[in-house]
Protein backbone atom coordinates (compact mmCIF):
# COMPACT_ATOMS: atom_id res chain seq x y z
CA UNK A 1 0.00 0.00 0.00
CA UNK A 2 1.72 3.04 -1.30
CA UNK A 3 1.78 6.08 1.27
CA UNK A 4 -0.81 8.75 -0.15
CA UNK A 5 0.11 12.27 0.71
CA UNK A 6 -2.23 14.72 3.00
CA UNK A 7 -4.94 16.54 1.26
CA UNK A 8 -3.78 19.93 0.49
CA UNK A 9 -6.39 21.20 3.23
CA UNK A 10 -4.87 19.56 6.11
CA UNK A 11 -1.24 21.09 4.91
CA UNK A 12 -2.79 24.33 4.84
CA UNK A 13 -4.96 24.24 7.74
CA UNK A 14 -1.46 23.00 9.84
CA UNK A 15 0.47 25.62 8.01
CA UNK A 16 -1.59 28.05 9.28
CA UNK A 17 -1.49 26.76 12.49
CA UNK A 18 2.08 26.97 12.79
CA UNK A 19 2.07 30.76 11.83
CA UNK A 20 -0.31 31.63 14.18
CA UNK A 21 1.70 29.50 16.95
CA UNK A 22 4.91 31.74 16.02
CA UNK A 23 3.39 35.13 15.94
CA UNK A 24 1.44 34.40 19.41
CA UNK A 25 5.57 33.50 20.17
CA UNK A 26 6.51 36.82 18.89
CA UNK A 27 3.91 38.75 20.65
CA UNK A 28 4.57 37.27 24.08
CA UNK A 29 8.25 38.23 23.78
CA UNK A 30 7.12 41.61 22.60
CA UNK A 31 5.62 42.12 25.52
CA UNK A 32 8.17 40.92 27.89
CA UNK A 33 10.81 43.13 26.43
CA UNK A 34 8.77 46.43 24.53
CA UNK A 35 9.37 48.74 27.54
CA UNK A 36 13.85 48.04 27.06
CA UNK A 37 13.29 48.11 23.45
CA UNK A 38 11.62 51.37 23.15
CA UNK A 39 14.25 52.85 25.80
CA UNK A 40 17.43 51.68 23.44
CA UNK A 41 15.37 53.13 20.27
CA UNK A 42 14.76 56.42 22.16
CA UNK A 43 18.42 56.69 23.50
CA UNK A 44 19.66 55.80 20.16
CA UNK A 45 17.37 58.37 18.74
CA UNK A 46 18.90 61.21 21.35
CA UNK A 47 22.22 60.37 20.27
CA UNK A 48 21.43 60.46 16.65
CA UNK A 49 19.52 63.89 16.98
CA UNK A 50 23.06 65.24 19.50
CA UNK A 51 25.51 64.38 16.40
CA UNK A 52 23.23 65.68 14.05
CA UNK A 53 22.59 68.89 15.90
CA UNK A 54 26.24 69.19 16.37
CA UNK A 55 27.42 68.33 13.14
CA UNK A 56 24.79 71.50 12.11
CA UNK A 57 26.69 73.79 14.68
CA UNK A 58 30.24 72.72 14.32
CA UNK A 59 29.75 73.53 10.04
CA UNK A 60 27.94 76.94 10.84
CA UNK A 61 30.73 78.07 12.73
CA UNK A 62 33.41 78.26 9.95
Not at 21 to 35: D, R
Not at 41 to 46: C, Y
Not at 52 to 57: I, K, T
Amino acid sequence: MPDTPPPITSRFFRACLLILGALWVALELLAQFWGWALLVVGIALMLWCAVAVYRYWWGRRF
